[in-house]
């Protein structure tokens, strides 16, 4: 342990390092990560993320394929520790890093996972198969913002399966025109503590966000922007609750990536998806003939206009069943009168 504290004397009073003293300085980061004991390898791993240097980054990528034997370590052992130095510095160094090491690290290192997903372009399908686990409200949103970078089809087919189409009918006595309410979407954050053994380096432990506080760093884009955020450890990690991504949840972001995947506006996205359409009530036989007709009309320009889009193509989905759901805002006066509509179904050209 002698040569790991004259180590960091050393990093801590070099200041910037003259080429040599990086050649030298990298063959000590090598030497301690062939290390038998994990934390010299830790501070190995350490040690390389303070160094611009293409061989370190190769070095710490491959110790990830021995290091996946520890992955169910408990929280405050030094495998566990070793791990979360190891994932840290991969991220400093902006590694580039294939899909088949990472997973070992899904789900307990979620957050790491993610971030370093985002730094390779053969991430789709681990994203894809990320996506359908219980994630919270910001991993999900950082998911699927991941998944727009390459414009995924297959993200555009979950969408559809998913997002839940309506159309409003607001219904009025002759003669009153209302006002129609809005609402508001609120984009809690989560992340979950980790306890650190001590005798390690300090390392990173990260959270995915969807707020740019302070030193959050900016992870991708989409209806709402994703960051990471890290934080030093050892130490507790920061106590913020976990919030699970519930379709209820989902529904809030939906439209926004169809909006996105589908190259049209938000404000069209929403005309497509959820629009409101204010009746003035004469008789309920008037009543159904324009709801039946709106709800058609509906149907016909969602699939005339998915039909149109680049990522529809080669009829993928062609034969896909959507479903258009009746909501009735009954304002008339009096005692409230049951106007049930079924469920109307859009098969995809």
Same mark, same amino acid.
Request: charged share 20%.
């Given at each position: ?5 004259? !180590? ?13 003293? !990086?050649?030298?300085?990298v ?7 062939? @290390? ?7 501070? =190995? ?14 070095? +710490?990528?491959?110790?990830? =394929?021995?290091?996946?034997?520890? *992955?169910?370590?408990i ?8 791990i979360?130095?190891?994932l ?23 957050? %790491?996972?993610?971030?370093?997903? @985002? ?10 198969? &990320? ?5 919270? #409200? ?13 414009? @995924?089809?297959k +993200? ?13 009918? #607001?219904?009025a %006595?002759? =003669?009153? +025109?209302g006002?129609?309410?809005? *609402? ?8 979950? =503590?980790?306890p ?36 030093? &450890? ?6 913020v ?11 809030? /972001?939906?439209?926004?990536? /169809? *909006? ?36 058609? %009309?509906?149907? /016909?320009?969602?699939? @005339? ?13 062609t ?9 009735i ?9 049951? +106007?049930?509509?079924p469920?109307? %179904?859009? #098969?995809?050209?």
């Open positions: 342990m002698r040569t790991v504290f004259a !180590i960091c004397l050393l990093f801590q009073c070099s200041g910037l390092a003259q080429p040599a003293q !990086i050649h030298s300085e063959g000590r980061a090598v030497q301690l990560l062939q @290390s038998k004991i994990l934390s010299e390898k830790a501070w =190995g791993a350490h040690y390389a993320a303070t160094l611009d240097d293409a061989s370190l980054r190769l070095k +710490l990528v491959d110790e990830l =394929g021995p290091a996946a034997k520890y *992955a169910d370590a929280v405050d052992s030094a495998e566990y520790a070793y979360q130095v190891l840290d510095s991969l991220i400093q160094l902006k590694a580039t890093v294939p899909t088949d090491l990472l997973l070992p690290f899904d789900p307990r290192w979620r957050a %790491e996972v993610i971030i370093l997903l @985002s730094n390779s372009k053969q991430s789709e399908g681990a994203l894809l198969k &990320m996506r359908e686990e219980k994630l919270s #409200v910001a991993e999900w949103v950082a998911v699927n913002n991941l998944l727009l970078r390459p414009r @995924s089809q +993200l555009l087919g979950k969408v559809l399966d998913q997002i839940r189409i309506t159309h409003t009918f #607001v219904l %006595e002759l =003669g009153y +025109l006002q129609l309410e809005g *609402a508001g979407v609120s984009n809690p954050d989560s992340s979950k =503590g980790r650190f053994p001590e005798g390690f380096p300090p390392a990173g432990v990260y959270m995915i966000m969807l707020d740019p506080v302070k030193d959050a760093v900016y992870l991708a884009d989409g209806p709402q922007a994703a960051y990471h955020l890290r934080l030093k &450890m050892p130490g507790a990690g920061p106590l609750p976990y919030v699970p991504s519930t379709s209820a949840w989902q529904q809030n /972001f939906l439209p926004g990536y /169809f *909006a996105k995947l589908t190259g049209t506006s938000a404000e069209t996205a929403k005309n497509l998806l959820s629009p409101k359409t204010k009746i003035q009530w004469t008789t309920e036989q008037e009543f159904r003939r324009v709801t039946d007709q709106k709800l058609n %009309e509906q149907a /016909f320009e969602i699939g @005339s206009f998915l039909a149109k889009t680049r990522l529809y193509g080669s009829g993928v989905f034969g896909k069943h959507l479903r258009i759901i009746p909501l805002n009954d304002q008339r006066d009096g005692p409230a009168r049951s +106007l049930r509509m469920p109307v %179904e859009v #098969v995809l050209p």
